[in-house]
């Protein structure tokens, strides 16, 4: 299946995996952008740059099986595996980054937002019964397997 079949199949999975790559990339880069600030938004700044590596494992499930990880962090990301788990985990994720307006009003407002429309993303997939499929593109579906 290529990317275009993937987008053309309206599974709200997909999307949400693809939005979720869209956060890994906000994450970072907003989450380094804000670290600089001298105030409160720095701790808000860390968490976010923390969520973007632990979306990498979430969704892009090759680098599991690449990357030296413990076994303990492995169980942790391999529970999240259906779409309301996915989805429950962006609502935190956007709710921390949304929390962060407290302190100030800053660019972390993007990755809050971008984080809950992944979240719908993966809830609407849940609500519609489907079940969640990894984009072959990311590693999913038989490509983590062949590397063994």
């Known amino acids: 299946m290529t990317l275009a079949e993937e987008f053309k199949s309206r599974n709200f999975s997909i999307y949400g995996q693809w939005t979720g790559v869209l956060c890994i ?16 938004v720095i701790i808000f700044s860390i968490i976010c ?27 942790l990301v391999r529970r999240v595996t259906t779409n309301y788990m996915r989805a429950a985990v962006y609502l935190v994720m956007s709710i921390v980054q949304f929390l962060s307006i407290i302190a100030k009003t800053t660019s972390l407002i993007a990755a ?27 590693g999913g579906q038989g490509v983590a397997q062949m590397i063994v």
Not at 29 to 40: D, E, P, R, S, W
Not at 112 to 138: C, D, E, N, P, W
């Open 112 to 138: 809050a937002v971008v984080l809950l429309i992944a979240a719908i993303f993966y809830a609407l997939a849940g609500v519609r019964g489907q079940g969640f499929v990894g984009s072959k593109t990311l």
């Open 25 to 40: 990339l906000l994450c970072f880069a907003l989450g380094i952008a804000n670290i600089f600030h001298f105030h409160l």
């Open 49 to 75: 740059l923390v969520c973007s590596f632990i979306l990498i494992f979430i969704e892009i499930p090759l680098l599991l099986r690449i990357c030296p990880t413990s076994s303990k962090f492995d169980s």
